[in-house]
């Protein structure tokens, strides 16, 4: 019951914070107006945000590693493994889409969501771990840190500025974030598909031991 009001409460913060910032643009919104607008004191809007910008962040990201993991578990069983880890992380960004413009608009904001981008590893290991059967090893940990690093260092180029452009309030995002996505996790789609083909001869040779008499 406690965690579960933790994750209202949190929830509710972040909500109130996006909401803020969308009506009155980033800049213009204070700590004590999110507190006040969730329903709670600023010091326990601190027990759970170190600034405006993690909590406007927050309630785009919310979940996300939690849902990316739940896309791979989902994705067919005879699917390869590169190809189920890109399709879920691509996807789960693509459901992010519309705060995308107020995110990408001010500089504190983008490096926010840059940072965020990399805070896939656990939940997308165990998933990992799920569909190859190998729970015993480095390598999910391993997978995962590279599919979040590689989902950092795209989210990074998307945001970062472009010098050749003339200087304004607004960052224009560099191309699309789902073509650069898959460029950045086409770097890590050999060692998924090692994994994959390991897993699957694995399994053949439990079988083939499975049925000798």
Known sequence: MRERKKAATRAALSAAALRLAQEHGPENVRVDDIAAAAGVSPRTYNNYFASREQAIVAAVTAERALRIAAAVRARPAGEPLDVAVIEAVVEQYATEGDPLPLITSAPRLRAEYVEAAGALDRPLAAAIADRTGDDDSLRPEVLAAAVSAAARVAVERWTRPDDDRPRGPL???????????????????????????????????????????
Do not use: F, I, N, W
């Not at 224009?172 to 001869?201: M, N």
């Open 171 to 213: 960052v224009v995002p560099r191309g699309r974030l789902d073509e650069l996505l898959r460029a950045a996790l086409a770097y890590v789609a050999p060692a998924l598909r090692a994994a994959s083909a390991s897993a699957a001869s694995s399994a053949a040779v439990a079988g083939g031991s499975g049925g000798s008499p």
